[in-house]
């Protein structure tokens, strides 16, 4: 006998319901770890047809690792099932699991495509750099306005240049270097640690390699 599963993923824990012949015959809750949830789902749905769960913060890292355990993981359009969890009489994350677990039986939803994992690498390289390279401009700017207050006016330059003058302008200046000195070490780690590759990264598996989607 097939069987269709609705899981409401949160943050902390991810609320199951298991549906087969038209009726809900278990529904529980487990850690939002996909690879304890996988064990749970073998044992309580070993005929699972449709995995269903709404996007969110964690959909991408549940549909890597539920697809590489075996389990036919399907990532569904949120707003599309919006309209139809929202007509229970009273919404919980128990019941709204059953909504997803009675979608996934009607074969009722609107299927999301994820992203692979190498893409969603790049992605996150992408995003993680810009907001350091962010991070390196606000902090370089406030260095420059903390120093114009005491009528000490860095010369236009990025990297070396913009420390080596920093320094030169602070020389001397104790009071103001106890300031000014720990924001140019923050700056310099920053710049420090801008990420540049995804060669050493690989698909996250379990809790303690989670990322975000």
């Known amino acids: ?46 005929a699972a047809k449709r995995v ?15 697809t590489a355990e075996g389990l036919p993981a399907i990532c569904i359009d949120a707003r599309h ?21 009675q979608l996934a039986e009607a074969g009722f939803y609107r299927e999301v495509r994820v992203k692979g994992f190498d893409r969603m690498l ?6 993680a750099r810009c907001q350091l390279l962010k991070s390196v401009t606000e902090l370089s700017n406030q260095i420059r306005g903390l120093m114009k ?25 104790s009071g103001l270097e106890r300031i000014v000195l720990p924001l140019l070490e923050a700056w310099r780690s920053l ?4 990420p540049s590759s995804t060669d050493s990264l690989s698909p996250p598996r379990g809790r303690a390699r989670r990322a975000s989607s």
């Open 1 to 46: 006998m097939e069987q269709y599963i609705g899981l409401d993923v949160s943050l902390k824990e991810t609320a199951i319901a298991v549906r087969q012949n038209g009726k809900r015959i278990w529904r529980g809750k487990c850690p939002s770890d996909p690879t304890l949830l996988a064990d749970v789902l073998r044992k309580r749905a070993p």
């Open 52 to 66: 269903v769960f709404e996007t969110g913060p964690l959909s991408v890292w549940f549909y890597h690792v539920l």
């Open 81 to 101: 099932a919006k309209a139809a969890l929202d007509m229970a009489p009273n919404k919980t994350d128990v019941n709204d699991a059953d909504g997803l677990a």
């Open 122 to 127: 790049t992605r996150t390289l992408v995003t």
């Open 149 to 173: 207050t005491f009528g000490l006016v860095v010369p236009k330059g990025a990297g070396r240049v913009f420390e080596t003058n920093v320094r030169g302008l602070l020389a001397g200046n």
């Open 191 to 194: 710049r420090a640690g801008r």
